[in-house]
């Protein structure tokens, strides 16, 4: 049975002992803070939500064997963003699995808005997650709606108080199915003057009442560019009097260091920077796969990439061929229309593939591809430029194309959307 003492931030006494990797496999997020500045690739900048690279659950894997030899005191492997893990929860879910097979003697634990969670909640008992801190800024529908612009649940965009409500609703329904399988449940809570400060104990009692087990109550971030910027990050003696206020429902977590969503190391001795080149590193490598022996184009003339996954009406598959690349064979793409099942049905198609070179491709037939073990390359150039490095390695990012709005949610306030500190 795993030892859940071992985890720095439920357990002050072995923050000097035990330490937390972070693993930014989760960019998408389904909220939007009024503390928020979408912006993940800051690596001057030391708050949740914030993040180098965004890895697969293969690369995490990979990065995550090359942290524990580096530093052998992590004792626990946690997902908290850069966006929502239950965003992205195939990813979350995959990396997750991978972590418990290769890695059985870690604890797990996700950082998550709980907007997305409930459907998932039987999936993490059985994986093992002991841990779970869950983001909540309001118990009162009409103080929530002045921190959160938006809440999208599905394809339903929610504004206002509606927002807020959905969002809590779903919270509360995630701590109660946390707490019914016996998960430890934190509740992060970012304290916003003249928004929810005075608010802080009704949250308290309210968690208490659902059988929370730490509180952290943290600190508004103000960052340039959001509808906070403007507010003033409360003062440590504000903090105090509010925590102390707290401390008559839960407990509370006074040792926070706001991590990011790739922090690594002990909290009082973080290894982040020592460790940004393999966390780079891992994200520009292509998966080797000796089941895998081939990539699949899709190219126009054979010569550029030049087709957008969803257009493609065939693939060229190459193989290595002595010192070079040779067509091994032509394969037809799924017809179009049959929403999910179709990218089903190309993962099978392209089974022995260990990468798609493509000009392009939409999030969900990526996440498809990536959960079967093929790499999606959304690229521009020659197909034996990156032939090259996916068979015999390189910068594999200076193949993809820059797409816009790829990052994550960073929150402002010690959290992104995504929520965050462990």
């Not at 894997?61 to 893990?85: C, T």
């Not at 403007?230 to 003696?237: T, V």
């Not at 520009?284 to 009406?313: C, F, M, W």
Request: with cysteine; proline share 7%.
């Amino acid at each position: 049975m795993l030892d859940v003492t071992r985890h720095p931030c439920f357990n002050v006494a072995a923050k000097g002992s035990c330490g937390r990797v972070h693993l930014p496999v989760a960019p998408k997020c389904n909220i939007l803070c009024n503390f928020c500045n979408r912006k993940y690739d800051c690596v001057n900048e030391s708050r949740p939500g914030v993040t180098s690279t965004v890895l697969t659950p293969a690369q995490a894997i990979a990065y995550l064997q090359q942290v524990l030899a580096a530093e052998p005191r992590i004792s626990v492997a946690g997902i908290a963003g850069p966006g929502d893990p239950f965003a992205n929860p195939q990813q979350t879910l995959e990396t997750l699995r991978q972590v418990r097979q290769e890695f059985p003697e870690l604890l797990l634990c996700l950082a998550s808005n709980g907007l997305g969670l409930p459907p998932y909640l039987d999936e993490l008992a059985e994986l093992g997650v002991s841990h779970v801190s869950i983001t909540v800024n309001a118990v009162d529908p009409d103080i929530g709606q002045k921190i959160y612009a938006w809440v999208r649940d599905g394809k339903v965009i929610y504004r206002g108080a509606a927002a807020a409500g959905h969002l809590l609703s779903r919270q509360l329904a995630a701590i109660d199915g946390l707490k019914a399988r016996d998960i430890i449940v934190k509740v992060n809570t970012i304290v916003i003057p003249g928004v929810n400060d005075e608010h802080i104990p009704a949250i308290a009692a309210a968690m208490a009442d659902r059988g929370v087990d730490l509180l952290n109550c943290m600190p508004l971030y103000p960052t340039a560019g959001t509808p906070f910027a403007d507010i003033m990050e409360p003062s440590p003696a504000q903090m105090a009097a509010i925590q102390a206020e707290a401390a008559q429902f839960l407990p509370q977590m006074r040792h926070c260091t706001r991590c990011r969503a790739d922090a690594v190391g002990l909290l009082d001795e973080d290894r982040t920077d020592d460790l940004r080149s393999c966390l780079v590193g891992c994200a520009s490598q292509a998966p080797a796969a000796a089941d895998k022996p081939y990539v699949a184009v899709a190219s126009r003339e054979g010569i550029l990439v030049n087709q957008h996954l969803g257009e493609a009406t065939h693939f060229q598959i190459w193989g290595p061929n002595g010192g070079g690349f040779q067509v091994v064979e032509v394969r037809p793409a799924p017809p179009p229309g049959g929403g999910n099942q179709r990218w089903q049905t190309l993962a099978a198609t392209l089974h022995d593939c260990r990468a798609v070179l493509v000009s392009d491709l939409g999030a969900t037939p990526q996440e498809v591809l990536e959960r079967h073990g093929i790499m999606p390359v959304a690229m521009e150039g020659f197909i034996e430029q990156g032939l090259e490095i996916i068979y015999r390695g390189g910068d594999l990012q200076a193949l993809k194309k820059r797409r816009r709005g790829l990052g994550g949610c960073c929150g402002a306030g010690t959290l992104g959307p995504g929520g965050g500190c462990m």
